[in-house]
């Protein structure tokens, strides 16, 4: 249970500097935002879409039918604990292979998601988002990290631990991104 009080304290703690409305035009790869078009032909009409601002809305594989939940595992830290799902969550990690991977933490009060892209072996996009009773629907910006090395989440495949439900653990050197462009 305190696992999941310091992670809510945590995300509620981000959220009121999420909340602020980070909409309006993105710039696409390659692109300028001039502030509108002015009438001249662009030739690409897809190059003014606005790019997504999440990563759920990115057209990515998920290779496991449910979230992570990580949760019940508090008094019981065996890889029988584990749902068929969340076994497919590390075996997804460990392989390091392209889909979105996502996680979620139910509390009384508050619901907060981490939500992976992983992009190759070895690096991911990660972004946060939620809600709560006190602070309404947040979105964190996404940044791009290394996954953990293979051999972690191997390691919580046989002999889980707290670092393995704590799905903050399973990055390491985050870089915030300006602009989410889906990879693919």
């Known amino acids: ?13 981000l959220a009121p500097a999420c909340a602020a409305d980070t909409g309006g035009p993105y710039l696409q790869a ?10 001249g032909e662009t030739g690409d009409e897809e190059a003014m879409e606005p790019l ?29 604990a584990f749902s068929p799902s969340d ?6 990690l460990a392989r390091g292979e392209p889909g979105l991977i996502e996680t979620v933490a139910e509390f009384s009060d508050a619901t907060a998601r981490l939500d992976y892209a992983i992009v ?8 946060a988002s939620g809600e709560s009773d006190a602070g309404g ?27 393995c439900l704590d799905p903050e653990q399973w990055v390491v050197g985050c870089e915030p991104l300006d602009n989410l462009v889906c990879p693919g």
């Not at 249970?1 to 509620?12: D, G, I």
């Not at 076994?87 to 997804?92: A, D, E, K």
């Open 120 to 127: 190759s072996p070895g690096v991911a996009l990660r972004q």
């Open 52 to 80: 997504p601002r999440q990563l759920l809305e990115c057209e990515l594989t998920a290779p496991c039918e449910f979230p992570f939940l990580g949760t019940g595992f508090d008094a019981d830290l065996t890889a029988s």
């Open 30 to 39: 390659g692109g300028t935002d001039d502030g509108g078009d002015e009438g």
């Open 1 to 13: 249970m305190a696992r999941h009080v310091s992670v809510l304290v945590t995300l509620l703690a």
């Open 137 to 163: 629907r947040w979105l964190k910006g996404v940044f791009r990290c290394e996954l953990q090395p293979s051999a972690f989440f191997l390691d919580c495949l046989q002999a889980p631990s707290a670092a």
């Open 87 to 92: 076994l497919c969550v590390f075996t997804s």
